[in-house]
């Protein structure tokens, strides 16, 4: 291997000045580029290790009701967090579903965003949930939405000289999320579609907004704006919850690969929005 | 436990080569000097450099490394040796190889269409080719069994046939442990050799026909065995890590990363079996013809024979078949070389034929079950080859397993339930070649020197046993420890259902002797056992499913065997065969596929080609039809590949139960399941 | 680089290239017990603790350990006896390559949760594959040392 320096910053000014080093690369848990760096596939001259920076960890709520979670807290800490098990449930179950008990325990929030992968789990729930990521550079800080992040396979939208401090979750209040991750082979798999809906709910039982997330149907993780935005003003079954399901599946574009053919992913997607849809609307 | 990547010796070297990233190419050329350049590496060799043969446990067919040719992707074309694996596996990736590709052929039915390329120019010259070259280009082997003739004739006149075809695809073994070789040669020519093989005796004449070598220079160390399903038995990277060592002076370490195992080691075949079965009314059999077709892959050296047995449960003689027919084809294709897995033939096998009986059940319009029942031999008919055998249980079983079965009533909300039943019967090797030496140890201990490699199906736990019980002994005063090649005469290996009767019958002689011994001495014995009389077993799995209608899913909720036994030396040994060899059979069935269209391994790590975990597989549940005839003095019938050749079928026909949806190719996907169900009428 | 951790409770020092893997520090370390099975943090096997979470061993830089106690295999079965008890006692070991990860794997989860339901226990070790014994004896090992201890 070509690594010539291991550099563990102890603050995020340190992390951002290394990175400006030539070929540096930043890592979180390393699961992703542990496996990259072992098949040479990368080879980078400093890795950046960012997973144990105070100024990224930590798992909090604001006065308004916004969630924070810093980019370094692992998904093993947000599926054990009991603050996001009451604040925003659907995070927490989704974390504690991916991967295995060892790669819960490194992986990185923070890495699992810019990892780009469209079978990952947490970027659909993120996308559903409206979350902002907070950006750090040498030059300032900056705030995005989650939608727009993803440009394409393994694209993000983040300068080389960029970071992800953190994800701000806006206030679930009167909010119902729920994930699907459909594995209809080993439940120790990627996800052959993965499906994330957020509904505000009225006291009258209407819906008053409405977020569809994709998952491992298209090149990146997506929102299926259209298909959400048809329950709005509905009860959220019926006709309206079909409607939704058609127009989220009508929406993806996933490719062919072992866990399913383009025609079934899509077919699936109808399936488990319908089914995530209800299951909000359940419970 | 040790294993052979923990073995380390003083000046070791690391090997690691360059693979073919085509199928089908001839080598134009070969540049090393970018590789060789490149710090730690101790040299980089070809073909060329290495002055041996071609090898293989039957035919010898494979190439140490690729000569003139590649002929799949994955195949060894160059090898480095360095001062670490990692300076080895970065400077393999640096060897350039320049190919003039070839036309390829990726499946058998496109290597025998007229005309296909041809992926060895002359097969039947290899040295112990199993064909002629009359029996036509890209073929491993051709067996035919009984009359075609008959089998037409008879089902010309039977009330009701079934005429159709099934698929099964390419898996590996998915042992843990990757293939791993450490080999020493020493001045004196004397090779010291650590292999993931599970046939010490036999592998030495394997390696030194390639070498040119004597066998007896070849010392196959002890070592244990982290799972081998069949996989280990061929000389793998053997040949060439002992060329090597010689070339450099210096001993050879070569561990296969995963994905490389995945890629060049020996799956099993993928077949095409065409089945038809006729029967009368009251739906006994009339005619019963399988005709199958594997990919063998690019070589066929992996397996032990050049066949594989499609008898699925017909072979100790399931059932009564007055016309019967069998043929076997397995052809050289541009792909993964195949090799034996666990029951090789037999799941491929069972599957087509057992999911055929359900058709044909319900063309009668008889239970599964009872269509069977009628059909399983009794003690005292003969087998389809005329044979007589110790004795038939396969109603026995079938009623056994009838009558512990209790439905599931777990499926989830809106999931449709179904109960599917499938019959396999397997022989007991009755003869072996095997040794076994006692030592008396000075503190009273008897130490128990045998060849058979613990491959973690408890044979070494099985030898303990039976010399315990056979001289009065507590079994944690005998130690049973393998020994080199060196220390014992011979020894047949692990495989083929036959390590629990071989120990009992060579421990049978030990224990004769042992106590006919006159001084305290050591007391070896060698046995040449030809066998008696055909002695089986039968194995009936009930698979109980829950598919999810609207997206095809197919829980397996649970798979119960049923085992016809005569005496189990250990009772937790014997149980974990059983429920193994049922994951395994589920496994097959529902998950694995290496997926090799286009001569490219798609699933090539096993984050994409899935291994059951432990929340994927069913619950297992038993019964043991206890007093059955076995082998020999110990009464002992095989265990080892029972219960993973039925699996696949029972779950088919539980799926078929459950939604009418009759699945014809392996594995279950949920998405062929929907299809099926959208297509019914 | 110069690398110091606590293995297995003794503090010690090595050198490693800074992208060094800890499964290769380990091994080269004598402890051979955490083994390489798929390579890809799938099958378990390198399961070893960093931190007293159970980590892939096999994706994990070394660097990352600085500091911090690593347990491995050998130095959980000293720790905890009765672990080692149970699986020898239930799993009945066939091949044995995936023990050490189970073992390391069952800790952890002793480490997180007193008691687990048959469903927790099979969800937890998920990430630990076994080829041979189909996982019945593995779940009654597992469960015998958390009802054990």
């Given amino acids: ?283 | 436990m040790r294993y052979v990547n923990d073995v380390s010796l003083p000046g070791m070297t690391y090997v690691a080569v360059a693979r073919s990233s085509v199928p089908h190419a001839r080598i134009r050329s070969i540049d090393t000097s970018v590789a060789a350049s490149q710090p730690g590496v101790i040299g980089v060799f070809t073909a060329k450099d290495l002055q041996v043969s071609t090898y293989g446990r039957s035919v010898r067919d494979v190439s140490v490394l690729a000569d003139d040719k590649v002929r799949y992707v994955g195949e060894r074309v160059a090898a480095v040796v360095a001062e670490s694996r990692v300076a080895a596996e970065a400077a393999a990736e640096l060897v350039e190889v320049t190919y003039d590709e070839l036309p390829a052929v990726f499946t058998a039915e496109e290597a025998i269409a007229p005309g296909a390329p041809t992926v060895h120019d002359a097969p039947w010259a290899y040295p112990r080719a199993f064909i002629t070259e009359e029996q036509g280009q890209n073929r491993q082997s051709v067996v035919e069994e009984g009359s075609l003739e008959a089998v037409e004739e008879a089902l010309q006149k039977s009330a009701f046939v079934v005429d159709e075809t099934y698929t099964t695809s390419a898996i590996h073994q998915g042992y843990l442990e990757p293939q791993a070789c450490v080999a020493d040669v020493e001045p004196s020519g004397k090779v010291r050799l650590w292999l993931t093989n599970k046939s010490p005796y036999i592998l030495r004449s394997q390696i030194a026909d390639c070498l040119g070598i004597e066998a007896d220079s070849i010392e196959v160390q002890p070592i244990a065995l982290g799972g081998d399903f069949g996989g280990k038995g061929s000389p793998e990277e053997a040949p060439l890590c002992v060329a090597l060592a010689r070339l450099v002076g210096r001993p050879t370490k070569m561990v296969l990363r995963y994905t490389e195992d995945l890629l060049s080691t020996d799956a099993r075949h993928p077949a095409r079996i065409y089945v038809r079965i006729g029967c009368d009314t009251d739906g006994n059999i009339t005619a019963w013809s399988q005709d199958a077709l594997l990919d063998g892959g690019a070589y066929g050296g992996f397996k032990p024979a050049p066949t594989v047995s499609i008898h699925g449960a017909l072979e100790p003689g399931g059932y009564r078949i007055p016309a019967f027919y069998s043929r076997s084809v397995i052809a050289y294709t541009n792909t993964v070389p195949k090799g034996h897995m666990r029951a090789p033939g037999a799941p491929q096998a069972t599957f087509a034929t057992e999911s055929a009986m359900d058709e044909l059940a319900l063309k009668v319009g008889l239970e599964p079950a009872d269509l069977r029942y009628r059909n399983l031999l009794r003690t005292g008919e003969a087998d389809v080859n005329g044979r007589e055998w110790i004795e038939f249980r396969g109603q026995e079983t079938l009623d056994a397993a009838l009558a512990a079965l209790r439905i599931r009533e777990d499926a989830p909300a809106g999931w449709a339930s179904g109960v599917g039943i499938s019959v396999y019967s397997r022989t007991t090797p009755t003869s072996t070649s095997s040794s076994m030496r006692l030592v008396p140890m000075p503190d009273g201990r008897l130490s128990c020197e045998i060849g058979v490699i613990e491959t973690g199906t408890g044979s070494h736990t099985v030898a303990r046993e039976l010399l315990a019980k056979g001289l009065a002994m507590l079994p944690e005063d005998i130690d049973v420890v393998q020994v080199s090649t060196d220390e014992l005469p011979t020894d047949p290996g692990a495989g083929g259902s036959r390590v629990t009767a071989s120990l009992a019958m060579v421990a049978d002689q030990a224990i004769k002797a042992w106590r006919a011994r006159l001084e305290d001495e050591p007391v070896l014995v060698v046995v040449d056992e030809k066998g008696g009389p055909p002695v089986g077993s039968y194995g009936v799995q009930i698979a109980q499913v829950a598919v999810d209608p609207e997206t095809g899913q197919v829980k397996v909720l649970e798979i119960l065997s049923t085992v016809d036994v005569a005496e189990i030396i250990n009772e937790k040994s014997h149980q974990m065969q059983i429920d193994g060899g049922a994951a395994m059979g589920f496994g097959y069935a529902c998950l694995e596929d290496l997926d090799e269209s286009d001569g490219q391994v798609w699933s090539a790590n096993l984050g994409d080609f899935k291994l059951p975990s432990s929340r994927d597989v069913p619950d297992f549940k038993t019964v043991l039809v206890r007093g059955g005839r076995g082998v020999g003095t110990a009464n002992v019938k095989n265990i080892g590949e029972t219960t993973t050749p039925p699996t696949a079928a029972a779950i088919a026909n539980a799926v078929a139960d459950a939604v009418g949806a009759r699945i014809r190719d392996l594995p279950i996907r949920a998405e062929r399941v929907l299809a099926l169900i959208e297509a019914a009428p | 680089m110069r690398l110091h951790f606590a293995l297995n409770g003794e503090e010690i020092a090595c050198d490693a290239e800074p992208d060094a893997l800890l499964i290769d520090v380990i091994r080269d370390l004598g402890l051979t017990g955490t083994k390489e099975g798929c390579a890809v943090g799938v099958c378990g096997a390198c399961t070893v603790l960093v931190r007293e979470v159970p980590v892939c061993s096999c994706l994990y830089l070394a660097a990352m350990a600085e500091g911090a106690p690593v347990w491995t295999v050998e130095g959980i079965a000293k720790r905890d006896p009765a672990l080692v008890e149970c699986f020898v006692e239930r799993e009945g070991m066939q091949c044995g390559i995936c023990t050490p990860g189970q073992v390391v794997s069952a800790f952890a989860l002793g480490l997180e949760h007193d008691s687990a339901t048959e469903e927790e226990i099979r969800g937890f070790m998920s990430g630990n594959l076994c080829r041979c014994t189909g996982y019945v004896t593995i779940t009654e090992a597992v469960r015998s040392y958390l009802d054990h201890r």
Wanted: with cysteine; hydrophobic share 45%.
């Fill in chain 1, 1 to 283: 291997m070509t690594t010539a320096e291991f550099v563990k910053p102890g603050t995020l000014d340190e992390a951002l000045a290394a990175m400006t080093r030539p070929g540096s690369m930043l890592l979180g848990g390393g699961t992703s580029i542990g496996i990259l760096l072992k098949n040479r596939l990368i080879e980078p001259q400093t890795l950046v290790w960012v997973g144990a920076l105070p100024e990224l960890s930590g798992i909090g709520i604001d006065g308004d009701g916004t969630i924070r979670i810093g980019a370094a807290a692992t998904l093993r800490e947000l599926a054990r967090s009991e603050l996001l098990a009451g604040a925003v449930p659907v995070l927490p179950d989704a974390a504690g579903r991916i991967g295995n008990p060892r790669v819960r325990a490194v992986a990185t929030l923070g890495g699992a965003l810019v990892h780009g992968d469209p079978r990952q789990d947490l970027p659909p729930v993120l996308l559903a949930l409206r979350a902002q990521v907070d950006i750090a550079a040498g030059s300032g800080t900056r705030t995005a939405g989650l939608d727009g992040f993803y440009h394409g396979f393994m694209e993000v939208a983040l300068g080389e000289d960029e970071l992800i401090t953190g994800v701000a979750v806006p206030a679930r209040t009167a909010w119902r999320d729920r994930y699907s991750r459909f594995t209809p082979g080993s439940e120790d798999d990627f996800p052959t579609v993965g499906v994330a809906v957020s509904l505000r709910v009225g006291d009258a039982g209407l819906v008053e907004d409405a977020e569809i997330a994709l998952g491992g149907v298209d090149s990146r993780p997506i929102l299926a704006a259209e298909a959400a935005h048809s329950l709005i003003g509905t009860e959220g079954g019926g006709a309206a919850l079909e409607e939704a399901a058609r127009v989220a599946a009508a929406h993806c574009e996933p490719g062919d690969d072992a866990r399913g053919s383009a025609d079934y992913k899509r077919k699936m997607v109808g399936v488990w929005v319908r089914r995530t849809v209800a299951a909000c609307l359940s419970g």
